[in-house]
Each structure stands twice: as structure tokens, then as C-alpha cells.
């Protein structure tokens, strides 16, 4: 078989041609960076974020929220359409925390009164620095159209996966979100991409406080594994074989 092409790699993806004309692969890898650039591996990360980005992304799907997700290939693959990226990401927040908190020097877990969005470039030149409204339309990385639709599906999202997580104990504290655009003939849809797992999201357990998220692993807290395995266990799609079988084989169809 021939070799697939890649696309792109980035820190914890890697995308490759598609089997048929706008599909892409995306592959999940167990690498991560920390604040530092600091790289590092948390064991088994690739296949439980497939599991759940795969799981939210379908269920965002039924409501109504477009998707760039196909279908799950294998354990560390899925089946994704191509979109033409915008180079906007958002964050929505509904607590303080992180860069937030280190901004305006507020303490971790400050409930905001309401949920903000804040826009990010995303740039592999500068460390993707917080943008206005007016540096996006200004420099015409996105329309005020595409802000305006992008805002609707982020707030959706978010009142959506704050229900579902709470359901399961979980408080959903932040999470960054990329968009792109889908054509089809002249028509244009704004569709939800990249993918939402703890490496894009702060989950704090609700009674505890605890994070189950990536910040465990850029904030040398220990048990990193263990808090992407209690994300997937809690939403009930541990892969199959449960931990053990996160190093699995690749190709599983
Ligand atoms: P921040 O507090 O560092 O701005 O992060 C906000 C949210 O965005 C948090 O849930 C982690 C997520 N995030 C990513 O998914 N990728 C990134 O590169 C960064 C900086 C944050």
C-alpha cells in the first residue's frame, strides 16, 4: 500500500490525505508540550482523545452543531473533512484560570458572572497572542459573518458540554475551540474543528476541585494518565479492553 501523505503536524496531531477528495485523516499521537516547549509523552492521550473527541463531536453533531468529524477509523485515527482553516481560536471561559488569571491577576476558579470568548491567532511565529474583533476584520482572517457564526457555535458548545459535563461530575472551566470553512458549490457553512478533548479543555472535578485535564501534565501535578483515563471513564467510553489496551494495535477498523 502506498504511503499516505501528510498534511500537517502539529503538537499532538498529525493530518494526513484523506481516502476520497476533501476527507483528511486526522491521527492523535500521545506527544505534548508543556508552557516551556517542553516536549513530552502521556501514555495512551492519542487514543482516549480519538475516543472523546469522537464522542462529543458526534453528540454536538445531533444538536445540530456542524462537525468537521466523519467517523473513528481506528484507535488513533478518524475520518475529518477538509476545511479551509480560519486562523482564529477561540476560548471560551467560565471560570477564571490560566493565561486569564495570570492577565489579570485574579485567583484560579473565580466564577465569572458570565461566559467570555476571547479570540486567539493562531501562529507558529508568535506564541498565539490574544486578538480584538477589529485585528480579525482588519487583516481579514475572518468576516464579521463568520465572527458572528463562529460566537453562536461556540456559546452552543458550551452550553451543551457544561450540561454534559456537570451530568458527570465535572465542571467544564475553559476550552479552545478552531473553526473552518466547509464549501459546498457557492454556499459556505462555518464548521467545528480540531477537537475537543483535556487537552483543550479544563474539567475540575466539581466536588473536589481536582483537575482531570492537561494541566496535570504542563503543571507537573502526577497522575496525567490517570486523569484522561477518568474523563473517558466518566463519560462511559473507556476503549475497549479499558486501559490496558491504550497502546493497542493502530489499525483496528
Ligand atoms: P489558557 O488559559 O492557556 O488561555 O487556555 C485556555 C484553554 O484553551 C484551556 O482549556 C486549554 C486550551 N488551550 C489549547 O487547547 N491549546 C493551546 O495551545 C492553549 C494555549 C490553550
Redesign the pocket.
Known amino acids: 500500500m502506498a504511503r499516505r501523505k501528510q498534511i500537517y503536524e502539529g503538537?499532538s496531531k498529525i493530518l494526513f490525505e484523506g481516502p476520497e477528495p476533501g476527507t483528511l485523516v486526522q491521527y492523535f499521537k500521545d506527544d505534548a508540550l508543556d508552557r516551556d516547549n517542553r516536549k513530552g509523552t502521556i501514555t495512551g492521550k492519542g487514543v482516549i482523545n480519538n475516543r472523546i473527541s469522537e464522542y462529543l463531536m458526534g453528540l454536538l453533531g445531533e444538536i445540530g452543531v456542524p462537525t468537521h468529524f466523519i467517523r473513528r477509523l481506528n484507535m488513533r485515527e478518524q475520518l475529518i473533512r477538509e476545511l479551509e482553516m480560519i486562523p482564529v481560536?477561540l476560548?471560551v471561559?467560565n471560570v477564571v484560570?490560566?493565561?486569564?488569571?495570570k492577565r489579570l491577576s485574579m485567583p484560579e476558579g473565580t466564577p465569572l458572572p458570565r461566559s467570555i470568548v476571547?479570540y486567539?491567532l493562531k501562529s507558529d511565529d508568535v506564541e498565539?497572542p490574544m486578538i480584538a474583533e477589529e485585528h480579525i476584520t482588519a487583516f481579514d482572517w475572518a468576516g464579521t459573518q463568520d465572527l458572528d457564526d463562529m460566537m453562536a457555535l461556540a456559546l452552543r458548545v458550551n452550553d451543551f458540554l457544561n450540561g454534559l459535563f456537570y451530568g458527570v461530575g465535572l465542571r467544564l472551566?475553559?476550552?479552545?475551540l478552531e473553526f473552518g470553512r466547509l464549501w459546498e458549490g457557492d454556499f459556505m457553512r462555518i464548521v467545528l474543528a480540531d477537537e475537543i478533548s483535556p487537552?483543550?479543555?479544563?474539567l475540575w472535578d466539581i466536588k473536589t476541585n481536582e483537575k482531570l485535564?492537561?494541566d496535570r501534565f504542563r503543571r507537573d501535578l502526577g497522575h496525567v494518565e490517570e486523569a484522561y483515563q477518568e474523563v473517558a471513564s466518566r463519560l462511559g467510553i473507556l476503549p475497549e479492553g479499558g486501559p490496558r489496551d491504550m497502546k493497542g494495535p493502530e489499525v483496528m477498523q
Open positions: 503538537k481560536a476560548v471561559r484560570a490560566g493565561r486569564m488569571a476571547e486567539y498565539d472551566v475553559d476550552f479552545r487537552d483543550t479543555c479544563r485535564d492537561k
